[in-house]
């Protein structure tokens, strides 16, 4: 067995259940688009009552604020003692 | 004078109690004080009620309204669950400061005019520096003194704002204004440091994780809603405040991604969650002020929630970076499962009061056509799922195996936190309830089913996003820069070097000096022979050799000359 190693493991970490919860994920997921077929989302402006606009919108922001600060964390990051070099006399 | 007993008061003396009694005593006014305050301020009417002569002015130290009630409701009720919370771990000095400190945010809900106002801004700045000093560390005491600092420049700026106001107009009345000239741009920019507004956002993300556990509970519901209250009862409609809020949103966002520190990562949501306010404070539509209003009500709750259940973990195992933390639901379910509900409210999950709050905001931004602002706001609310509502739980409770077996909340921490879920899921499944509070008549109803698939779909996918993005967010051992940046290094190395220049130059000027005088004591010691191991044989010394008799007498012959010249011009 492959997966005797996670056998005395919590369940909810077993890979098993993680593939579950994946694929139940992904069930929800097309769920929440298709039910736009039965519900008709109103739009504010226009392109917000578009098909399946609101997981693309929700999606694609998400990417950029995660490569936005990954951007900036390359400029803003520093060792987490970068305060405290030459500070231990406060 | 007073009809009733002013609720911040109540408030005070019972933070004088607690510093001074002891055992079950303490106990007692820990969780009475905070009942007693509550039932005072639901008893304050509307208009003004208590005042006070002071100096020419009648200050007006309570002043009731629907809105003022709503805040003091919820500063008094976060008193007693976060004194249930802290009771039994927390030392009495910080629980005494912390319930000063609730008082002062209690005195300006209900404070009527601008010196009032003042006063207890003050109180809070006071006794919000001791509670981050109780986290007893070096960290926490130099985290404190900048904190202290920035509430105290805050302050002094608002002050300006005020005196200018007060001479200005002549009227000391809280009412509505805009940032049209000095003065009030003053008072806006006093409020806004105290809503951690840019460019001193850091100040937030700076203090608060270094206090205790049981301080940061304390801290995150005070300050900058008080500001909140402040700018809704000041510049309802100030159009500048929608660039400030939804600049704070995304500033919140893209730092608490970035972050480490379990609480940082909060303390940033706090700063994400403001601007929603600050930004519909701008819209300043009744709509909007009502969003603005609710959404500090639920966020005050669901982020001491948050904040209780990072204190828990922190409390229980000492550690407090996601690096450090993970897979603590084996052992923790019940601080899972409500730092769980306290991250789906602030995601503002269906049928929970983040939604029922947000989309105040986002409904009045849409009814005003302003469709950037919207937009914004839609992608924030997929944002803060992003940072708060799924980092937060998954990297603490979830992620790896860190090994940690802790043991799970103290029962009064449990029950604290089960009555902020019980508000939390409360004001998401029952609205209506909870609108009647709000300032102005609602005719809003949240539960749509095309809102509520709308945002099912924004929030869903940007779950997706976020495990699709995991290997982008492994968590390292670094912090951001921000702008206190330019205070804590740049002004100390500015500092630095001026000092540097300054004794450099010192140190030149004395080179010189010491070089003259060196040399003209050489000089002197020569002409005088007074350097006694002189050789005898070299010629003596100008003032030292022995001069003529008849040289001596044509000197004073010339300068006797010259007198009588002098006398007779």
């Known amino acids: ?90 | 004078m007073f009809d009733s007993l002013p609720p911040a008061l109540i408030l005070l003396a019972g933070a004088l109690l607690i510093a001074v009694l002891r055992g079950y005593w303490r106990i007692g006014v820990v969780l009475l004080a905070p009942l007693a305050t509550l039932l005072a301020v639901w008893q304050v009417p509307d208009g003004i009620v208590a005042t006070l002569p002071f100096l020419d002015y009648t200050l007006q130290i309570v002043e009731g309204s629907p809105l003022r009630r709503l805040f003091a409701t919820v500063f008094a009720g976060m008193a007693l669950v976060g004194g249930l919370y802290a009771y039994r771990t927390a030392r009495w000095y910080e629980l005494s400061a912390a319930y000063a400190y609730a008082a002062g945010a209690i005195g300006v809900c209900f404070a009527g005019d601008l010196i009032t106002l003042f006063l207890y801004w003050e109180l809070m700045a006071l006794f919000s520096t001791v509670v981050v000093w109780c986290g007893n560390s070096a960290a926490a005491r130099a985290a404190g003194i900048r904190y202290a600092i920035m509430h105290l420049l805050g302050g002094i700026i608002l002050k300006v704002g005020i005196e200018g106001v007060v001479v200005h107009t002549g009227s000391i009345d809280i009412q509505p204004m805009l940032a049209t000239n000095f003065d009030t741009w003053m008072i806006l920019i006093g409020i806004l440091i105290n809503a951690a507004a840019p460019p001193v956002s850091a100040w937030l993300a700076d203090s608060y994780p270094e206090s205790s556990p049981t301080g940061s509970v304390f801290l995150s519901a005070f300050t900058t809603k008080t500001a909140v209250l402040a700018l809704i009862l000041m510049f309802p409609g100030e159009k500048v405040l929608i660039g400030v809020g939804l600049f704070m949103v995304m500033y919140g966002i893209i730092f608490a991604l970035l972050e480490n520190d379990v609480r940082r990562i909060l303390a940033y949501s706090i700063v994400n969650q403001v601007g929603f306010m600050v930004c519909a404070v701008g819209i300043g539509t009744q709509m909007a002020l009502n969003g603005a209003a609710a959404h500090a009500f639920a966020h005050i709750i669901y982020k001491a929630l948050l904040f209780m259940s990072a204190g828990v973990v922190i409390y229980r195992t000492g550690k407090n970076k996601c690096t450090e933390v993970g897979g603590l639901f084996r052992t923790m379910p019940v601080t899972a499962f409500c730092g769980i509900i306290g991250a789906l409210a602030i995601s503002g999950f269906p049928l929970t009061s983040g939604f029922t709050t947000k989309t105040m905001i986002s409904q009045a931004a849409a009814d005003e056509s302003l469709v950037t602002v919207y937009m914004l706001l839609a992608a924030a609310s997929a944002g803060v799922f992003l940072h708060a509502g799924i980092k937060f739980p998954w990297f603490v409770f979830f992620q790896r195996d860190s090994g940690l077996r802790p043991k799970d909340a103290p029962w009064n921490m449990a029950a604290a936190m089960f009555v902020l879920v019980a508000l939390c899921l409360g004001i998401g499944a029952f609205p209506g309830l909870f609108y009647q509070f709000l300032p102005y008549p609602v005719e809003y109803t949240p539960y749509t089913a095309s809102k509520v698939l709308f945002y099912l779909q924004l929030l869903l996918f940007s779950g997706l996003a976020f495990f699709l993005l995991l290997p982008l967010m492994r968590r390292t051992e670094t912090i951001s820069l921000d702008t206190d940046w330019l205070w804590r290094v740049l002004l100390n190395r500015v500092a630095c070097s001026i000092g540097a220049f300054i004794s450099a130059l010192l140190a030149a000027i004395s080179r010189v000096t010491d070089k003259v005088l060196t040399r003209s004591k050489k000089a002197c010691a020569k002409q005088m022979n007074t350097d006694l191991d002189a050789n005898d044989d070299e010629e003596l010394g100008l003032f030292a050799r022995s001069w003529p008799i008849g040289r001596t007498a044509m000197w004073i012959a010339v300068l006797l000359t010259g007198y009588v010249f002098a006398y007779y011009l």
Request: glycine content about 8%; charged content about 25%; some cysteine.
């Open chain 1, 1 to 90: 067995m492959k997966d005797s190693k996670h056998r005395d493991d919590h369940w909810l970490v077993r890979p098993k259940t993680i593939r579950l919860l994946w694929l139940a994920f992904s069930v929800v997921l097309t769920l929440t688009v298709l039910a736009q077929l039965v519900i008709s989302i109103k739009g504010y402006v226009g392109v917000d009552s578009w098909f399946g606009f609101g997981a693309a919108f929700g999606f694609l922001s998400c990417v950029a604020m995660v490569l936005f600060a990954k951007l900036l964390g390359k400029v803003l990051k520093r060792r987490e003692d970068y305060y405290r070099e030459g500070a231990d006399d406060v």
